[in-house]
C-alpha cells in the first residue's frame, strides 16, 4: 500500500516538475539547460515520493486508530456535534457570503470548520451528561438485562489487580454491595498470569490466588464479568490505563492500591477502595464500652498488652502484658483511626 501511494507520489511529482518548468524552459537555456530541466523534474518526483504517504496514509492510519478507541458513546456523539456544528456554520455562512471577496469565500467556509469541530469537541467532552438528559427525556435508555435480572444493569467498575488478588471482593459481591459489570481488563488479566508463573512461590501463590478469585466471580450470578481487550494506545503503565479505561466506561475503578487511589482521585474517576469498605463496616466503639478480648502478645510499651477484634482491630490493653493467653474484661478509653485502620486503647476492668 505505501508503496503504491509512494510510486503515485513520484508520477504526480515529475508532472508537476514539468507543468512548472516547461512554461519557463528559457530559465533552464544554455548549454546545461537540459540537464538542469532534467534535475528539477528529478527533485519534484523526490518530493513526491517522499512526502504523499505523509499527506495521505499516515493521517489517514492515524485518523482510523483514533475512531477504533472511540466508544460507541463518544463516536455517535461526535458525529451528532460535527453534524450540529455544521447546520450551525451553514446557517451563519449564509449572510457571511454577501461579503465582498475574497471575504464572502472564506469566511463561510472558516466558520463551519470552526463550529463543527467546537461543537465535536464539545459533545464529546459532555457524552455523559449529554445521555444522562437524553434518557430523561425519553429519547435514550439504557438495554435491559436479558430475562428481567438486573444484574447487569447499573455502572461498569475497572477491577485492579490488586483487589482479585485480595480475594475479599468476592465475599462483596456475593453479599450483593457491588452492582453492575465488573470489567477485568486484559492487561491485569495479564499482569495476574505474569503473577502466577513467577519463580517465586509468595508472588506465585498470589497470582493464583487472583486467578482463582476471578474465576469465582465469573461464576457468580449476581455482577457479570467482562474481559475488556480495549486497547490504551495513550498509556503505558498499568494504573495509567487503568484510570484511562475507567473513564471511557462510568469512571469508576475497584483497587486496594494507595498510589492508583489518589491518581484516579486526581483526574476524577470514582474510587471504590476495599480497604476503605472494610474499616467503614467496622463496629464503632466509644469511651467506657465494655469489652471482652484475649491478649496473646506484648505491646510495645512496657506493661502494654496487646490482643484483636474479630474483625482484625487491635487492642492495646493498658496494664495487659500480665493477662498474656488469657481472656479479659476491658473498658475503652479511646479509639484512633489511623492510615492502617483502627486502633483501640483500654484498661482492664476493676473487679
Known sequence: MIRSIRLLGAALGGIVGL????????????????????AWVIAWVVVGFSLLPYLTVVPASWLIRRVQDLSTAEFVTAVAGLLIGLLMGLFLGLPLAAFPAPFGAWLPLGVSLFLGLGMMGLTVAKRADLIDAAEAIGLARRPAAQGGDVAGAGPQ?????????DGRVADIVDSGFLYGT??????VLDELQHIADSPDALRRNRGRRGLEILTRLQKSPATPVEIADDAIPEASEVDAKLVALAKRRSRAVLTNDYNLNRIAEVQGVRVLNVN?????????????????????QEGKEHGQGVGFLDDGTMIVVEGGGRFIDREVDVNVTRVLQTVAGRMIFAQPRLE
Not at 528559457?26 to 538542469?36: I, K, P, R, S, V
Not at 469498605?277 to 491478649?295: D, F, I, M, Q, T
Request: no cysteine; aromatic share 6%; proline share 7%.
Open 19 to 38: 507543468a512548472v518548468g516547461t512554461p519557463g524552459a528559457g530559465q533552464f537555456g544554455g548549454a546545461y539547460g537540459g540537464a538542469l530541466l532534467a
Open 157 to 165: 467498575i475497572v477491577v485492579d489487580t490488586s483487589v482479585l488478588i
Open 276 to 296: 476503605a469498605l472494610a474499616n467503614a463496616v467496622k463496629p464503632a466503639l466509644l469511651p467506657g464500652e465494655a469489652l471482652r478480648v484475649r491478649v496473646i
Open 182 to 187: 465488573l470489567v477485568v481488563p486484559r492487561f
